[in-house]
């Protein structure tokens, strides 16, 4: 896997059940995976060091976006069996690229133009309202590489975003939704319930399941996102984030590897995410994704201008009954993904309270424990 951080370190736990060894290329011997994972020491962007890393394993698979899509390619030129390949890589890793391509695909996706300055901005805003909203296309991720761009505010806007930049109208979405789908080489697929998500400052902070949707929203989800794994050519997981709009769906990103929208299916599914893209990668029969219990919620434990170190507050989460507490070995930071808590209920209200609660000790923001939970 290249990239060490924290779906590495998951998918380590995965592999480590299925007798497969997990191998990581990351600049850090010490990164998050490397509680269970050996870790190869080099720069991701580094093709040298990738061709080698790639004729030492039986396929490579990603933790993250961040190195070019280029560089997949000349991988698998080199004859290095990369999965998700390249084609996939594509809508995931390019922003302009994916919009570009779904579009002709005939996917819903949000009115957008791919623009290269301020000028481009200024375009798009006159031509079907402000604000807008504008991301780079390479490099962004959990907030970063994202703005909303108000009338003035495009000149810092595309220098901070350039060279190549996704301009597209801000969604007045009724929910913020999420999917995950499975596939193998053959085609085979599998999809995960439909999830619910929250959003702050372009990061996700709570997912719940199932989604509060009609029935017939869901199966609509379920049916893009087997047709979109199998335009992009899919082999391994894929989180789909969409926007509800009148019980319509428009595809927002594209991520070709686990993600966070999935973490709660380590506890919540028969199968996790990390185990099932294990399966499609080695072509492996897809796992189960139903679900173990009626409902399910994950909190994410995001670092503080304080910068608190959530294992100094286990003891005080660990006490919130049912909660699952999943720590990344990261140092803490302003924020920085730090972990996250999931929690099985009879309903969603029950989920998300256990998981908020614990999350809130880990986040150093709750009341002193005065009660047991």
């Not at 924290?6 to 592999?15: D, H, S, Y």
């Not at 913020?176 to 619910?196: F, H, K, Q, W």
Request: with cysteine; charged share 25%.
């Amino acid at each position: 896997m290249v990239g060490g951080g924290q779906l590495a370190r998951m998918t380590a736990g995965a592999a480590a059940r299925l007798g497969v060894s997990l191998s990581v290329l990351d600049p850090d011997p010490g990164c998050p995976a490397a509680v269970g994972a050996s870790v190869v020491v080099a720069d991701v962007d580094d093709l040298t060091a990738l061709v080698a890393f790639g004729r030492g394993v039986d396929v490579v698979t990603f933790d993250h976006e961040r190195i070019p899509v280029e560089l997949v390619e000349a991988l698998e030129a080199e004859g290095v069996a990369v999965a998700p390949g390249s084609a996939s890589c594509r809508f995931a890793f390019d922003k302009a690229d994916s919009r570009a391509r779904l579009d002709d695909l005939g996917f819903p996706v949000p009115r957008f133009e791919i623009v290269s300055d301020a000028a481009g901005i200024v375009g798009f805003g006159d031509r079907y309202g402000w604000p807008v909203m504008a991301k780079a296309a390479r490099g962004g991720y959990d907030g970063r590489g994202v703005s909303v761009v108000e009338p003035g505010d495009e000149a810092a806007a595309a220098a901070l975003l350039g060279p190549v930049i996704v301009v597209e109208e801000l969604v007045d979405f009724d929910q913020e939704l999420a999917i995950m789908v499975a596939r193998r080489p053959n085609g085979d697929s599998v999809t995960y319930p439909l999830v619910s998500t929250v959003q702050s400052e372009g990061m996700c902070v709570e997912v719940v399941c199932p989604a509060a949707v009609p029935a017939a929203v869901a199966d609509a989800a379920r049916r893009l996102a087997v047709e979109l794994a199998d335009a992009v050519e899919l082999v391994g997981v894929m989180a789909i984030e969409l926007f509800l709009v009148d019980d319509e769906l428009l595809v927002n990103e594209l991520a070709t590897r686990p993600h966070n929208t999935g973490h709660h299916t380590i506890e919540a599914c028969v199968t996790s995410q990390f185990e099932q893209h294990l399966r499609a990668i080695l072509d492996l029969p897809l796992g189960s994704t139903e679900l173990r219990a009626p409902a399910a919620a994950m909190r994410n434990v995001v670092g503080s201008p304080e910068s608190h170190e959530p294992t100094e507050r286990l003891a005080e989460a660990l006490e919130v009954t049912g909660a699952h507490v999943h720590l990344y070995g990261k140092q803490p930071r302003a924020g920085r993904k730090l972990g996250h808590v999931t929690a099985l209920g009879a309903t969603v209200d029950e989920a998300r309270s256990v998981a908020e609660r614990a999350a809130d000790r880990l986040n150093g923001t709750a009341s002193p424990v005065g009660e047991r939970s």
